[in-house]
């Protein structure tokens, strides 16, 4: 469920947050030391370990203007994520990725399964429950690639048929739908199909956010590691000239 991925992603969106204080603190606080041991010795330094000192010296001089523009990039962002288009934008960017797209078809697979069978059990017609199916899914992609489905259906074609002719359709779950409609069991199948595909959806979900934990960490700890490198390239650098 969307409460589910939410608490999912707190510990790895603090940590996110966390590491990007912890590199702001080290430029703010730790790399403007540098800049009055190293005066007048500009021009003998390394290109990247000058333009860290220079860029913690502008960072700790405009620190104000700095939590203003945080805050006002906080404040877009919330803006945009309650925007329609924006927020349908973003998740459709997002759910192209290689490592959440699988996760993400699986999450509007199931949505839209188990709404569909428990429409079709309620005695809703075929065609008004894909229309009402279809505006479950979040993504745009697959909500209109749902509707492409009432066309081939007043063809007198099958939702099988369809679905195989589409890529947003996991291949292996075909069988399920075809199953469905040669034995008049569609609507069960297809809440069966949701439960197996948001079980799915779940244990994608938790490989995702195994991997994105680690790889956060290594980011964060290599992008403080470079920042020291530069400052400890600068001070040996300061001592090579004093000999």
Request: some cysteine; glycine content about 8%.
């Amino acid at each position: 469920t969307a409460q589910e991925r939410r608490c999912a992603l707190i510990y790895p969106a603090i940590l996110v947050f966390a590491g990007m204080g912890a590199v702001l603190v080290v430029f703010v606080c730790v790399i403007p030391r540098f800049a009055g041991l190293l005066k007048g010795t500009k021009s003998q330094l390394p290109e990247f370990s000058r333009m860290t000192i220079e860029f913690g010296v502008f960072l700790q001089l405009h620190l104000m203007w700095l939590g203003w523009g945080s805050m006002a990039l906080v404040a877009l962002i919330y803006w945009a994520t309650t925007q329609h288009s924006v927020r349908n934008s973003i998740l459709s960017m997002i759910s192209s990725w290689p490592l959440v797209w699988p996760w993400f078809r699986s999450v509007e697979v199931g949505r839209w399964s188990m709404v569909l069978g428990t429409l079709l059990s309620n005695r809703v017609p075929f065609l008004d429950a894909i229309r009402l199916s279809s505006e479950t899914m979040l993504l745009e992609g697959y909500r209109n690639a749902v509707l492409g489905a009432i066309a081939q259906l007043q063809r007198g074609g099958t939702l099988s048929q369809y679905l195989d002719s589409d890529p947003w359709f996991p291949r292996n779950r075909l069988n399920l739908i075809r199953v469905g409609e040669g034995t008049g069991e569609l609507p069960r199948l297809l809440r069966t199909l949701g439960e197996i595909e948001t079980q799915s959806a779940r244990v994608l979900q938790s490989r995702v956010l195994t991997i994105l934990e680690p790889v956060a960490i290594v980011v964060i700890g290599a992008v403080i590691a470079i920042i020291m490198i530069s400052v400890m390239t600068a001070v040996t650098s300061l001592n090579s000239l004093a000999l």
